[in-house]
């Protein structure tokens, strides 16, 4: 077994810790959060590569519950952004080293910004100087963002939900018994993908998806590139409607996040319209007919918004599938270090 799926393997119970972290036993720390966000001139979210991705199943949460809310890039922020002053700042960084995110605190201290840290790395630059701190408390990746990833997206999103009110025990209960559901699937779901032909490292892959699945779609990307060195892209599945859709051609291969409740009808018909034209679907949602594509992952129920927790997971199993039929190392990076904390050139 690779250190990437046992990293997959554990997720949903490492989810689980960090759930019950903020919400049995860092409430007073959670709720500190939400008082800065309520009482702030603008909020940002900010992370950079998969704390980015994780930022926008984030930022879906804010959005659904209208609060509003800007997600920025760290690398982006540190040198072409100037916020207002007040405003308050979370910051999602599973090591809390990251050199943007150290070049950042400077800046947010010049504009009297509250930060909120949400990270893995209790005694990190951003831990230590962050207003309030939000711990994942869940066990560090061997090297790709795993469960660091979806705890990042998970701690993030309840800042939201508890700054509007939305955030209360039916809904941690009903999470947890999501994640529960999730880690009894996961062994169908290896079966599924290990005997699927969707794979294919030789054509060419997107991943398209809608609201807070958006941040599972951006970070299958990523695991296509990190874990099995291969490119990829990723898009909304609107956006892909406007002018991408030219390239679709036989052979191509397309994932398709669906969402719980919203444009399941237009987004199963896309799922057709591309089979017509010869492309192999793979389609991930709450409730899908089998025959719907050529590969068909089936969650466990949950609320819809927040249906980003366990959604990413079909797409970290394929991705480390797709690793060994390519012969390639998931295990190691050739270039990336676990963290990276210079800036210019390659970062090896």
Known sequence: MTKLLEDILH???????SLHQNWYHGRQRLEEAGHLVRDARAVYI????????????VLSI????????????????VHFTLIPRESTVIILSRSGRSIEVVQILEQMKSQQAKVIAVTNTMDSPLAEQAHVCLQLAARFDHLVSISMYSALALVGSLIGA????????????RLTDSLASTKETVALWQEQI???????HNAPTYFL??????????????LWEEAAKVPASSLSTGGFRHGPQEMVHEGLRVAIWLDGEKLRAEDM?????LRRNGVRVFLIGQGVEHSAADLVINLPSIFPKWQFLIDIIPAQIAAERLSRL???ECDTFRLCPYIVEHTGGLTA
């Open 194 to 200: 290990e005997a699927t032909t969707w794979l294919n």
């Open 11 to 17: 997720e949903p119970e490492e989810l689980t810790k």
């Open 46 to 57: 900010v992370g950079i590569g998969s704390s980015w991705h994780a930022g926008m199943a």
């Open 162 to 173: 508890v700054a509007v009110g939305r955030l209360d025990e039916p809904l941690v209960r």
């Open 269 to 273: 018909a896309l799922a057709m319209d």
């Open 326 to 328: 390519r012969g390639v």
């Open 209 to 222: 998806a809608r609201g807070g699945s958006l941040a599972s779609c951006y970070e299958a990307r990523l």
């Open 62 to 77: 804010f959005h659904a519950f209208g609060c509003p809310a800007l997600l920025v890039d760290a690398s982006e922020m």
